[in-house]
């Protein structure tokens, strides 16, 4: 039972079949045909050879089929891990060159190392630092940028640039070098896919195609735009008027050693290969859980940040890149069929059947056609109306997307994730440190209480319960003070005030020692502190404490409870006494 919580694949292959195989083996094929040609234009997103791609979609693939817990999840290179790759290393070395590569390879090592630490020690909660808006704001803006930089290739012009700004200044210096055949060909490639997105599977069906087939068809459709392009540069030498080309890309499979141990550059690499862990974390287990859902499946985590970080040191040792999840693959995966791991495993295995005989042709294949790629499939990142969504819903979460997404595309991705993830920590923390209370009151006739401001509802004027709605830490814990000492100010008859607490998790020092003062403070003014509804493992801990013995008044188990002892004139004894059992250990 422990081997296969350490190597999930164990299990699946228990009841392996002729029949699974098959089905695993389809999908592979489609994923190798669909994973060549986004594999080559990842890399050179990244600014990394061609090659680079193919060898991060080896053996990463089967570490992850060994070590991961989904079964549809399709690793390799990803567009956002490929951009944050290039921006991570654009001060380290010149593109395209070894110590670029070497950088590279240290960069997947390193990310692998973090993410394994991170499973191992069951850290997979540190991902929800980056919340929905951020991710979501970052990724967009991702999107945009990668688009940008594919811009050049599409035109035929050498552009550079670290943020849209740059890229913008940097084509409109180059125009006068804009390639015309390129150009037609881009956009004739470009069109071609957008054109195959939208109308092609609708076709195949009408032509009696299932819906599943046509649906794999309509996905493989760069798959028939790299063939068809490549024959044309070949056969017409376009290479010869001015059509960037792929070039040369070495044959054969990756070599095995271990990347620089260079101490300066693993710390110039080490904040970039933190946020490229987290991100491409979030990104896998959100493709990975979502896929599971509809097969009645579970992932755990925490595995599979130990089979990411395992893929990712197979890339640094291997030749490759920093990998992750791919949300489109994975989608192919799953309609393809997998049903297992091992899916995985085989799709490494075309890819290494490709970088063996395929690296010839591929020397043809035109830039503007994997960068036509490429902006067709991030324009599925794109999602600028959830910027008016979320500010529809919570201004502050709009606020802090919006500012991610600008600061990444105008400043640049290291910037932009790092600022979402401070302003998301921040209106946490100012949420938090403003819980929002509310005095009740009892509904006649019942054992329910509400809000006094919303609902007609019974009250005492010797008698307030103050529902606290968040957990009593450190950065709301004056603020808990403050509150009800201005709830005694405003209620000159009062004699008991209670805490309902039902919706508090946790009492950290801070907060204790604010309940002390209230509880003093109450004192001395003649009014008598009780809690209601504390859940059982913070009563565990207040027991442990001075505050539970000098407690001026009861813990009750229900408001209720309060209510019927308080407000019938029963007066509770000094010291506390719990008035009832039954806490929830």
Not at 134 to 158: D, P
Not at 267 to 282: E, M, R
Not at 503 to 527: F, H, K, P, T, Y
Request: glycine share 10%; with cysteine; charged share 15%.
């Amino acid at each position: 039972m422990t081997l296969e919580r350490w190597i999930p694949l164990l299990g699946w292959l228990k009841g392996y079949r002729a029949e699974t195989l098959a089905r695993d083996g389809l999908a592979a094929v489609i994923v190798t045909l669909m994973l060549v040609p986004q594999a080559l234009a990842y890399a050179l997103l990244a600014g990394l050879p061609p090659e680079v791609g193919l060898y991060a979609s080896m053996l990463p693939l089967v570490l992850y089929a060994l070590l991961g817990t989904s079964a549809i999840l399709a690793v390799g290179p990803v567009a956002v891990a490929s951009l944050m790759t290039a921006s991570a290393l654009a001060g380290v070395a010149e593109p395209g060159s070894a110590e670029y590569v070497g950088a590279a390879l240290v960069l997947a090592a390193l990310s692998g190392l973090m993410l394994v630490g991170m499973g191992v020690l069951r850290l997979g909660f540190l991902a929800n630092f980056l919340s929905h808006p951020v991710i979501s704001g970052f990724v967009t803006a991702s999107g945009l940028l990668i688009a940008a930089s594919q811009l050049g290739h599409i035109l035929g012009i050498e552009a550079s640039g670290h943020n849209l700004l740059e890229m913008a200044t940097s084509l409109f210096e180059q125009r006068d070098t804009l390639n015309g055949v390129t150009l037609v060909m881009g956009l004739g490639v470009w069109a071609y896919l957008l054109l195959s997105r939208r109308y092609l599977k609708s076709g195949l069906i009408r032509l009696g195609l299932t819906n599943a087939v046509a649906g794999l068809l309509t996905r493989a459709a760069p798959v028939s735009a790299v063939i068809v392009t490549t024959l044309l540069a070949w056969g017409l030498n376009l290479g010869e008027r001015g059509v960037a080309l792929v070039g040369e890309v070495p044959g054969g499979l990756p070599a095995l050693a271990m990347p620089s141990l260079e101490s300066d550059l693993w710390s110039t690499l080490l904040p970039a290969a933190v946020l490229i862990s987290l991100v491409g974390f979030v990104e896998s287990v959100s493709v990975a859980q979502t896929l599971a859902a509809k097969r009645r499946q579970r992932i755990d985590p925490n595995q599979e940040l130990i089979a990411l970080g395992m893929a990712n040191l197979g890339a640094g040792v291997s030749g490759g890149a920093p990998v992750s999840g791919g949300f489109s693959r994975s989608v192919v995966n799953f309609e393809a069929g997998a049903v297992t791991p091992l899916a995985g495993a085989l799709t490494a295995l075309g890819i290494g059947v490709a970088a063996l005989t395929l690296t010839e042709p591929l020397a043809f294949l035109p830039r503007a056609t994997l960068a036509a790629t490429i902006i067709v499939a991030v324009s599925t990142l794109i999602d600028l109306p959830a910027i008016k969504r979320t500010c529809a819903y919570s201004r502050a979460d709009g606020v802090a997307m919006l500012a991610t997404l600008l600061l990444t595309l105008f400043h640049g991705v290291e910037g932009g994730i790092l600022a979402g993830v401070a302003l998301s920590l921040g209106l946490h923390l100012y949420r938090t440190s403003q819980p929002h209370s509310a005095v009740v009151g009892r509904v006649p006739g019942t054992e329910h209480f509400r809000n006094v401001r919303r609902h007609e509802v019974e009250t005492d004027e010797r008698l307030s319960i103050l529902r606290v709605d968040e957990s009593l830490y450190f950065a709301n814990a004056r603020y808990l003070e403050d509150t009800v000492m201005a709830l005694v100010a405003r209620q000159p008859g009062i004699s008991h005030v209670v805490l309902a607490c039902q919706a508090v998790n946790l009492i950290d020092a801070s907060a204790l020692e604010s309940l002390e003062a209230i509880n003093s403070r109450l004192r001395d003014a003649g009014v008598t502190l009780h809690l209601a509804e504390v859940k059982g493992p913070v009563m565990d801990r207040l027991e442990q404490t001075d505050f539970r013995h000098e407690l001026t008044g009861q813990v009750f188990l229900s408001t209720y409870e309060a209510w019927s002892a308080l407000h019938e004139g029963s007066q509770p004894a000094h010291g506390g006494s719990v008035a009832a059992t039954g806490f929830d250990p």
